[in-house]
C-alpha cells in the first residue's frame, strides 16, 4: 500500500487556468507538506499542515492555497496558472513537527505540472 | 532560504567503488538528515544524525556531522549501479512554536556506472 500517494501523476494546463493536485497519507502523520521541485532539482518547502493548521507559508504566491478536508488529505490548488508554475509538486507528511526522529519525512511520487 | 549545499553537484564512480558526498550548512541545527531521489520518484530518507552525534551507520551507509564546521558526509560503501540517484542534505531548523522545518540543499547527482 503507497504510504503518501499523489494525484495526478502528469498535469499538462494552458495559463490562466486553475488546478488542483491532491495528496493523501495513510501513515496517520499529524503533519504534511507541500514542496516545489524546480528544473534544477531545488526542493522548496511551500506550506505544513499540522493538524489542519497553516504552520508554514514560505513566500508562495497567494494563487496557491492548501487545503485539508482532514488530517490524512492536502490538497494544493493553484488559481491563475503561470508559465514559471512548472515545475515538479511534491507532497510528504511527518508524524509531527517537533524535531528529531519524528520530522522523518515521506515523499509521495510527485506531480510533474507543465503550463503552457 | 537555502541552508544545505552538496558537494559535488555531480559524481561519477565505477560499481564497487565508495561515493562521498558532503554538505555544507549556514546555521544551527536540530539533526541533519539525507535522502536519496531516484529520477522521476519521490525522496526516500536514508538517515538521520543528531547534532550531539558525530557518525552513524545504516548499512552500506555512514554519514559523519561536524558542527563546529558546519558540514556532514554521506560515504557509500561498495557503490551498486541501483545506488545511482541523487542525494539531499536536509537541516532540522527551528522555525517557533515548538516546530522544526527541513530545509533541503541542491543535492549531488551520483552516476554509479557498472
Known amino acids: 500500500d503507497t504510504a503518501v500517494s499523489q494525484t495526478p501523476k502528469y498535469l499538462v494546463t494552458q495559463m490562466g487556468n486553475d488546478k488542483s493536485i491532491k495528496c493523501e497519507q495513510n501513515l496517520g502523520h499529524d503533519t504534511m507538506y507541500w514542496y516545489k521541485q524546480d528544473s534544477k532539482k531545488f526542493l522548496k518547502i511551500m506550506f505544513s499542515?499540522?493538524?489542519?493548521?497553516?504552520?508554514i507559508n514560505e513566500t508562495v504566491p497567494n494563487r496557491f492555497s492548501p487545503k485539508s478536508p482532514d488530517k490524512a488529505h492536502l490538497n494544493l490548488h493553484i488559481n491563475s496558472l503561470e508559465l514559471g508554475d512548472s515545475a515538479v509538486y511534491f507532497c510528504?507528511?511527518?508524524?509531527?513537527?517537533?524535531?528529531?526522529?519524528?520530522?522523518?519525512?515521506?515523499f509521495g511520487p510527485g506531480t510533474r505540472l507543465t503550463v503552457l | 532560504s537555502q541552508q544545505g549545499e552538496e558537494d559535488p553537484q555531480a559524481l561519477s564512480i565505477q560499481e564497487g567503488e565508495n561515493a562521498t558526498m558532503n554538505c555544507s550548512y549556514k546555521t544551527s541545527i536540530n539533526n541533519l538528515q539525507w535522502y536519496r531521489q531516484n529520477s522521476g520518484r519521490g525522496l526516500v530518507h536514508l538517515i538521520l544524525i543528531r547534532s550531539n552525534e558525530r557518525e552513524k551507520h545504516s548499512g552500506r551507509l555512514r554519514v559523519t556531522l561536524d558542527t563546529s564546521k558546519k558540514s556532514s558526509s554521506l560515504l557509500i560503501t561498495a557503490s551498486r549501479a541501483a545506488d545511482t540517484a541523487s542525494y539531499f542534505c536536509a537541516t532540522d531548523q527551528y522555525s517557533g512554536a515548538g516546530s522544526y522545518q527541513l530545509t533541503f540543499g541542491k543535492g549531488t547527482k551520483l552516476s554509479v556506472i557498472p
Open positions: 510528504a507528511s511527518s508524524q509531527d513537527m517537533a524535531g528529531g526522529a519524528y520530522n522523518e519525512q515521506f
Open positions: 499542515y499540522n493538524n489542519k493548521e497553516l504552520i
